[in-house]
């Protein structure tokens, strides 16, 4: 028997989305579709469950987000899947079950639900919510360049302040090793007062301590080596193009040598964009990504170079300035007496199809009713049919919040036929750009 509480509340750490919130929602993400395609992206749809081996494998066994918190399970043929954790490396999957790595390059947006078990808090659900884009085919330093310029642009365009750009290479893989070595002798000095986590990482992946949530092990990464002096040649010029190309934007940024990022595949950039969250609270991550050249061979692909995003959906709604977000402005119709209420679904209609408005019909309660509905609602006007308006091919427009030369509560008697094009005029500045 399920507890009847249970039938009432959503599984911890996911939730509904309503209201206000749920429209916010979608103006993030119509704002960042409507981005991605200006950059040449295109839409890609993935399922929300894989095999488990497709994360356990490329984001690194070792990783929290295999090791911890993927939610994962049998199936009833007894497959090993899991709910995504991200993105990446379903898009990449796709890239080989789809035949396409001779076609590249391929650049992709999807949006969709990701599950992490974890710990739930303010910004951090178990189902949250990313927007992410891979540039796959993509060698050059410029496609870093242009893919962390979209994600800035995006951000400012959202209203988000005080983004901070923190950015790193990781180098290429012979770089790495140099590091590895260094930074092995730096933390097996300080082996017992390292958490249990990383006192098991200190050999196998010791990059990982870098990342690492528990404050203890923050203090003693803030000592280390940097990588960015272990980096050869190849890897210093590829970070310093990427430097060059985001200056010549003026897209500010902050080198943060700490950071590599959760995941195994990253190689080359790793970036990532954080912000307060509004309540004098520590900075959270809003997006981040990286270059992942090897990650294709990896999954049993041919060597193909790769960067790419993410940016969490539900972390920019509690940041964002809300106020900036405009919808659409809502008119709504109303009909005077039951004889008027054809004429009014036919003028909603023709609305709907001349205007980028939300037109919406009330049909229940008297007039008085229908226009205190209108109100709460949030209408920018009500279009009103009476009996007179009708037989002169008339509307009667009431401005239920002030537009350019209408003062809130004033009324106007326009042609019916010309409505939208009043309409569009009144409300052109209320109109989201
Ligand atoms: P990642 O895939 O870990 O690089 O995450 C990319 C972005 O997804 C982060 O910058 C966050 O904004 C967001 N994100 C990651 N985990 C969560 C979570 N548990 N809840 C909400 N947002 C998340």
């Known amino acids: 028997m399920v507890a009847a509480e249970k039938l009432a509340c959503t599984v911890r750490g996911m939730r509904d989305l309503v209201g206000e919130d749920a429209r916010v929602f979608d103006h993030i993400l119509a704002r960042m579709q409507e ?36 939610f994962s399970f049998e199936d009833r043929s007894g497959n090993a899947l899991s709910l995504r954790p991200e993105g990446t490396a379903s898009a990449v999957r796709a890239l080989l079950c789809n035949k396409l790595t001779q076609t590249l390059p391929q650049r992709w947006f999807y949006y969709g639900q990701m599950f992490r078990y974890d710990r739930p808090q303010k910004g ?26 979209m994600a800035h642009g995006i951000l400012r365009g959202l209203g988000l302040s005080s ?3 923190r950015l790193n ?3 290429d893989k012979k770089s790495r090793q140099a590091y590895r070595e260094k930074l092995l002798a730096y933390f097996a000095r300080y082996r017992n007062d390292l958490s249990p986590d990383s006192q098991r990482r200190l050999e196998e992946n010791t990059l990982r301590i870098l990342d690492s949530k528990e404050e203890s092990d923050q203090k003693i990464a803030e000592g280390a ?3 960015l002096d272990s980096l050869n040649t190849e890897s210093r010029k590829f970070f310093d193009d990427v430097c060059q190309g985001l200056e010549q934007l003026q897209i500010p940024y902050e080198q943060d040598r700490l950071l590599v990022r959760g995941l195994d595949y990253y190689d080359h950039t790793t970036f990532e964009f954080t912000c307060p969250l509004g309540d004098g609270g520590s900075s959270i991550a809003v997006a981040g990504g990286g270059r992942y050249n090897g990650l294709v061979k990896q999954m049993g692909g041919p060597e193909t170079p790769a960067v790419g995003l993410a940016f969490g959906i539900d972390r920019i709604m509690l940041a964002c300035d809300r106020g900036q977000l405009k919808s659409a402005p809502i008119v709504t119709v109303l009909f005077v007496g039951e004889a008027e209420r054809l004429n009014a679904l036919a003028l909603a209609e023709d609305l709907r199809s001349r205007c980028p408005f939300a037109i919406i019909l009330p049909v229940d309660g008297d007039l008085t009713k229908r226009l205190r509905h209108s109100a709460k609602l949030g209408a920018a006007c009500a279009l009103i049919l009476g009996e007179a308006e009708c037989a002169a091919g008339q509307v009667k427009c009431k401005f239920l919040k002030p537009a350019p030369g209408s003062p809130e509560g004033s009324e106007e008697t326009i042609t019916a036929a010309d ?15």
């Open 225 to 227: 080596p940097s990588i």
């Open 35 to 70: 981005m991605a395609c200006r950059y040449g992206y295109e839409h890609i749809e993935m399922p929300v469950l894989e095999n488990t081996a497709i994360f356990a494998r490329t984001l690194g066994e070792e990783t929290d987000v295999v090791s911890k918190e993927m």
């Open 124 to 149: 951090r659900y178990r189902q949250f919510f990313q927007f992410g884009v891979e540039y796959i085919g993509a060698k050059a330093p410029l496609s870093d360049v242009e893919l962390i310029a």
């Open 163 to 165: 983004v901070t750009l």
């Open 169 to 171: 290479s990781i180098g």
């Open 419 to 433: 409505a939208s094009g009043f309409l569009i005029d009144k409300l052109a500045d209320a109109i989201s750009k």
